[in-house]
């Protein structure tokens, strides 16, 4: 853990330092949140800050840890203008929720439609400068090619569920077939009646933290398996990320919760779990053979 938080200090120290300031943020937020216990769509309205300022300490913190580890310091003023971009989404949450108005969706043609004009510029603006850091990537060349396949891959698919943001202004809200606010599931509030955008938003966003931790445990626990068979292991891994991505997107936009899906959905996601096996059966397997021996750790 300290090598990683070293890294993304130097990596770019103002990434780093805005990750600490919404990670402080988030405590404060949830001591506000004891005294004051208003509701807004019944919902806790310090909630969707809360929520936003742990994604926040998450996302600066991986992209900051991404760019310590190219050979040289570079993308300096990308890094600085996502961490303005966070910044004037943080303010304008945490403004709306102090005034106990929607930040997201708010379309009361006055300050509360400007604003949310304004994340939304701000959202197109961080999903741009997070493809900068994926590009960035693929000109690299890396003595690590398993780490930073994830990356790559792990920002892909992070733009893709960035674009469900999208969707989701398309549609008026993160809800399909029900208003929005109505019954959730716990924490997340995620919609037990109808389709819910955000369920897909958040698995694409978290393939940028979870397929390069999934590299790191790769490297520690398969041993046996070399550089060339993890890579080829978390390309697989990544697919199936995505394809996760866009089936929950479809899932949602057919109305369906997330835990009452159709035969449909159900076989789409069957196919896509097999599919994923298969593909890291065959490539494990594919491994083992050209280094003539079986990889300690990982089942064939």
Do not use: C
Not at 91 to 108: K, L, M, P
Not at 196 to 202: G, K, P, Q
Not at 218 to 241: E, H, K, M, S, Y
Request: a positive charge.
């Amino acid at each position: 853990m300290e090598t990683v938080l070293a890294t993304a200090r130097r990596g770019h120290p103002g990434l780093f330092w805005t990750a600490l300031a919404m990670a402080a943020l988030s405590a404060g937020i949830v001591l506000l949140a004891v005294f004051d216990q208003r509701e807004l769509l019944g919902a806790p309205l310090w909630f969707k800050p809360l929520k936003f300022t742990i994604s926040f300490t998450v996302y600066l913190m991986a992209l900051a840890w991404f760019i310590g580890l190219l050979p040289q310091p570079a993308l300096r003023r990308t890094g600085w203008a996502l961490v303005a971009l966070s910044v004037i989404e943080m303010v304008i949450i945490g403004g709306q929720a102090a005034r106990g108005v929607r930040s997201h969706f708010n379309d009361d043609g006055g300050l509360g439609s400007l604003l949310f004009s304004i994340m939304g510029a701000a959202a197109v603006g961080l999903l741009l400068f997070t493809a900068v850091i994926g590009i960035r990537f693929l000109r690299e060349r890396s003595d690590a090619p398993d780490m930073s396949t994830a990356i790559r891959l792990g920002l892909g698919v992070s733009v893709v569920g960035m674009l469900t943001g999208i969707m989701m202004s398309i549609n008026g809200g993160h809800a399909v077939g029900v208003l929005d606010g109505g019954p959730g599931l716990p924490l997340v509030g995620w919609s037990t009646t109808g389709g819910d955008l955000r369920v897909s938003h958040f698995v694409g966003l978290h393939a940028l933290q979870l397929l390069p931790l999934f590299a790191a445990v790769l490297a520690r626990w398969a041993p046996g398996l070399d550089a060339v068979g993890r890579t080829g292991v978390i390309r697989v891994v990544a697919a199936g990320f995505l394809g996760l991505t866009v089936l929950l997107a479809w899932q949602a936009l057919r109305a369906q919760p997330l835990l009452a899906p159709d035969l449909a959905t159900v076989a789409v996601f069957g196919a896509l779990a097999i599919g994923t096996g298969l593909g890291i059966r065959a490539v494990v397997q594919r491994s083992a053979r050209s280094v003539g021996q079986v990889p300690a750790g990982v089942a064939s």
